[in-house]
């Protein structure tokens, strides 16, 4: 049992740095001229950068493994997480408007904005769900704005627990032929 926590715990932490590891290359390839344009207002919608963006983040969710949402957001001055765009089409019931605030933001969230690095973030729940989500500010963009920009994308955690199941599955099956051979072997 101790072998397998170990397993597990190492599998978490490689599927988490692999993950932050493709969102910080998808956010380097982001249209940097169109993500400064964004004011994170309505105002946004419809205009030809805000929806670069938007294809773009859809693209960034098309290519990662489990994906369900991404999106950009800043920290306005009154501290809560703003989205700017996101990888839904607008005025669906999943998606989230230029603007809208994101309260339920984890003490793990308000880090990456704060160090301006990337990280990770639960599994943890809000009105859309349960997720592990990789967070990668958008370093060469922090420079150009007072607040930092943060890539998010979400993976659902019942599919992150799948993946990680797979991960184990080596472990699982030497376990079993371990079991096939000592338990003869003892009753002989």
Not at 27 to 42: C, S, V, W, Y
Not at 142 to 161: C, E, F, K
Request: charged share 20%; net charge negative.
């Amino acid at each position: 049992a101790g072998l397998a926590v170990l397993q597990l715990k190492s599998a978490d932490a490689d599927h988490r740095r692999a993950h932050v590891e493709h969102t910080v290359l998808l956010g380097e390839a982001l249209p940097e001229g169109d993500i400064l344009r964004l004011t994170g207002t309505e105002q946004d919608l419809g205009q030809e950068s805000y929806l670069r963006v938007k294809r773009s983040l859809m693209s960034a969710c098309r290519a990662t493994p489990g994906c369900r949402f991404a999106y950009l957001m800043e920290r306005r001055a009154g501290g809560t997480p703003t989205f700017l765009v996101d990888s839904e089409p607008d005025g669906t019931p999943d998606s989230s408007p230029p603007g809208q605030e994101y309260p339920e933001a984890s003490a793990d969230m308000h880090r990456v904005f704060d160090a301006r690095t990337p990280g990770t973030d639960g599994p943890f729940s809000d009105r859309w769900g349960t997720w592990v989500t990789a967070l990668a500010p958008l370093t060469d963009l922090s420079t150009q704005r007072r607040s930092p920009i943060v890539l998010g994308l979400d993976v659902a955690a019942d599919t992150w627990n799948q993946e990680l199941a797979v991960a184990l599955a080596p472990l699982g099956v030497f376990t079993a032929l371990l079991l096939l051979i000592l338990v003869p072997g003892t009753v002989l």
